[in-house]
């Protein structure tokens, strides 16, 4: 094999990773969408506030601070109170060495600690939205968890059956609950 076959080959590799990239990025695009979607049905209740732009070109050094935010932030309009949501869409669950039982890994520590932060800087509560099988579009199951019980990168059962939903209906906000 020459040169060229090899850097065709290499190439090839490089390309299929920025692709499946890409494919993942579209999806948690495509889950906050659908998401989005289940708060402006009640747009009498909900306003999205501010929705993060995921803007970067990691082959440019292009960083955007803002990036690392929960993706939506939502007003309840009858009360003017907001809440943040950081969504994540799993195509399956994970068996974990810690705990018997499926679990989802949604976060780095990292990525947590930097949702806390951004909850006690803005004084609102944050929320893990998680889909689960099915499609970004069309999850089979969802989890709604406040960012304190969603303290780990693994959310074990015991934490993910408290905050079971139903996916297909609007969200519901009560006393800084959302369900």
């Given at each position: ?6 850097l ?8 299929s990773?920025?692709e ?7 999806k ?13 049905r009640?747009s009498?209740?909900?306003a ?11 082959s440019?050094g292009?960083?955007?601070?803002s990036?690392?935010n ?7 309009k009858?009360t003017n ?7 994540k869409?799993?195509?399956?669950f994970?068996r974990?060495?810690?705990v ?7 976060a780095s520590?990292d ?7 951004y909850s ?13 099988r099915g499609?970004?579009?069309?999850p089979e ?33 009560r006393?800084?609950?959302?369900k």
């Amino acid at each position: 094999m020459g040169f060229l076959d090899k850097l065709s080959k290499t190439l090839d590799i490089w390309m299929s990773d920025e692709e499946e990239e890409d494919k993942n990025y579209q999806k948690g695009v495509d889950f906050e969408e659908y998401v989005a979607g289940l708060f402006t049905r009640r747009s009498d209740y909900f306003a999205i506030n501010d929705w993060t732009r995921d803007n970067y070109d990691k082959s440019k050094g292009i960083y955007v601070e803002s990036n690392t935010n929960p993706d939506l932030v939502i007003r309840y309009k009858p009360t003017n109170e907001k809440f943040a949501i950081e969504c994540k869409y799993r195509s399956g669950f994970y068996r974990s060495q810690k705990v018997a039982g499926p679990v989802v890994k949604w976060a780095s520590p990292d990525q947590i600690r930097r949702y806390n932060a951004y909850s006690k800087s803005n004084q609102i509560p944050v929320f893990v939205v998680i889909g689960v099988r099915g499609s970004p579009k069309n999850p089979e199951i969802m989890f709604c968890i406040p960012l304190e019980e969603a303290k780990y990168p693994e959310i074990f059962p015991s934490i993910l059956d408290k905050y079971e939903r139903d996916p297909k209906k609007t969200f519901f906000w009560r006393d800084g609950v959302l369900k």
